[in-house]
């Protein structure tokens, strides 16, 4: 087989399986939109669509009662839960990548409870006067935690190991800093539904949180995307990259600066919902290989798939209690994580395999 048929054959194969992953994905939300308490069918969400973006003639009549909670309360939740999903599942691939380090993600390095802290001082101290937005507020956390963690780093010597346990104090200390807020300055129908939202909760989902958690995750995919070779490299190291040509502070700090931006999007939008940034591209690593131009939109797609179908289960499992999406992937997830963790005594902490 000569070069250039190798080359037709990966990128027909790459097409295929990437149009399959996602007409999973679409299927997946338009399944799990039909899941609830109302009657609702494929077909009336086509329809929904159909009406609402003039993509087609819709199939069949529905009424305004169902056009509602499709358009208005399940179409954005699914497409939400998808693009959380996706977020923190890249972002896990790319920290784990740069830190070489099977346990980071965005929790660990302490940029999730940065962004909580912001959001919570929006939302119940009013700091920003109207202008700065929960959004705003979230990913200004962010930066401050993320800022904390490289000087913290760099004042302990900068090693990758270092980088690690100044998020875990980052995230001590922010953790503390929401707690503190919600308990000293809200009432208490605030703070219940701020320590709901704070779990991980994807049932106030707007088009607005939508759109811009999806803008910031196509700029984020395709900025990582475009340093997956980069980061096949950085498996060897940071001294092997530099040898190579990489500019290793300076893509360090941008994909470290993109996965915080991308991860204050979605803790804005949804809450903290934990451990999907770290399981993730492990099981998606054990089909890929770790390679990045596989492993980071099959982690993204798998991330997408895998959050739709939690937060159905999670607000539907105890009808009409809904359960916070944080605490189901947590379920999920421990197990994984202990699984992780004894993998990891045999070789060490290193970039997974």
């Not at 989902?205 to 980069?230: F, N, S, Y």
Request: aromatic share 6%.
């Amino acid at each position: 087989m000569t070069a250039a048929v190798r080359t037709v054959w990966t990128l027909g194969r790459v097409s295929l399986v990437g149009a399959a992953g996602l007409a999973t994905l679409l299927g997946t939300i338009a399944v799990a939109i039909t899941i609830g308490p109302a009657d609702i069918g494929v077909g009336d969400v086509w329809s929904t669509v159909s009406v609402h973006t003039r993509l087609g003639e819709a199939a069949t009549a529905i009424s305004p009662i169902r056009d509602g909670i499709v358009w208005n309360l399940r179409l954005p939740r699914a497409l939400l839960a998808a693009g959380c999903g996706a977020g923190l599942a890249v972002c896990g691939v790319v920290m784990q990548s740069l830190l070489r380090n099977p346990l980071a993600d965005p929790f660990v390095l302490g940029v999730s409870s940065g962004a909580s802290t912001g959001a919570v001082v929006v939302i119940i101290l009013g700091v920003g006067g109207g202008v700065l937005s929960t959004s705003g507020g979230a990913f200004v956390g962010a930066v401050c935690s993320f800022g904390l963690v490289l000087l913290l780093s760099h004042i302990l010597g900068g090693a990758t190991d270092r980088v690690v346990l100044s998020g875990v104090a980052a995230m001590q200390l922010f953790s503390a800093l929401t707690s503190f807020i919600v308990l000293t300055s809200a009432d208490a129908e605030t703070t219940r539904s701020v320590l709901f939202w704070l779990l991980g909760s994807l049932g106030g989902a707007r088009w607005a949180d939508v759109w811009l958690c999806l803008a910031v995750l196509v700029v984020a995919l395709a900025v990582c995307a475009g340093h997956a070779r980069t980061l096949d490299v950085f498996a060897f190291g940071q001294e092997t990259a530099a040898a190579l040509g990489v500019a290793v502070l300076r893509t360090r700090l941008l994909l470290l600066c993109v996965t915080a931006l991308l991860t204050a999007a979605l803790v804005s939008a949804a809450g903290a919902i934990g451990f999907v940034g770290l399981v993730l591209p492990h099981a998606v690593r054990a089909v890929t290989g770790p390679a990045h131009g596989r492993l980071l939109p099959v982690a993204a797609l798998a991330g997408a798939v895998f959050l739709v179908w939690v937060d159905t289960l999670a607000r539907t499992i105890l009808d009409p209690q809904e359960v916070p999406v944080g605490v189901v992937t947590s379920l999920i997830g421990v197990p994984a994580f202990v699984l992780i963790l004894y993998r990891t005594r045999r070789t060490g902490l290193a970039t997974p395999s």
